[in-house]
C-alpha cells in the first residue's frame, strides 16, 4: 500500500479556512435586492418588476389568446374528425339498406350457396 502524499496538518487548514471566513461571508451576505437607482441586467422574467397593462392592451392580449384557443379547439375537432374511421352503420345510410346488407353478409358467411 503506498503512502499518502505530503498533506497539510490540520491546523493549518484550519488557520487558511478562518482567514477565507470574513471574504465568503461578505459574499454571501450581499444583498440580493439592487438599490433602485442602481442599473440591472439581464433579468429572468419571472423577477423583472411588473408594469402594469392598460385595460385597452389587457382586453386585446386576451382576445388574442381567446382567438388562438378556439382555433386550436378547431384544429383539434378537424383532426380527430378526419382520422376516425367511421362505422358501418353510419355508412350505410337507411334501415332497409341495413337490413339487407345483414342478409348478404349472413349469405357470405354460411354456406347456403353450396345447397
Known amino acids: 500500500m503506498s503512502t499518502p502524499e505530503e498533506q497539510p496538518s490540520h491546523e493549518?487548514?484550519?488557520a487558511r479556512a478562518r482567514a477565507a471566513r470574513a471574504e465568503m461571508a461578505a459574499a454571501l451576505d450581499e444583498d440580493q435586492e439592487p438599490e433602485p437607482d442602481e442599473p440591472v441586467g439581464w433579468q429572468p422574467i419571472w423577477k423583472r418588476p411588473?408594469?402594469?397593462k392598460s385595460k385597452a392592451a389587457k382586453k386585446r392580449e386576451?382576445?388574442?389568446q381567446r382567438r388562438r384557443i378556439q382555433d386550436?379547439?378547431?384544429?383539434r375537432l378537424a383532426a380527430g374528425n378526419s382520422r376516425r374511421p367511421?362505422?358501418?352503420q353510419s355508412r350505410i345510410g337507411n334501415a332497409a339498406a341495413r337490413r339487407d346488407a345483414r342478409a348478404l353478409s349472413r349469405?357470405?358467411?354460411s354456406n347456403a350457396w353450396l345447397w
Request: aromatic share 0%; hydrophobic share 30%; net charge positive.
Open 50 to 52: 411588473r408594469t402594469p
Open 62 to 64: 386576451l382576445h388574442k
Open 12 to 14: 493549518e487548514v484550519l
Open 86 to 88: 367511421r362505422s358501418r
Open 107 to 109: 349469405v357470405r358467411h
Open 72 to 75: 386550436a379547439a378547431k384544429r
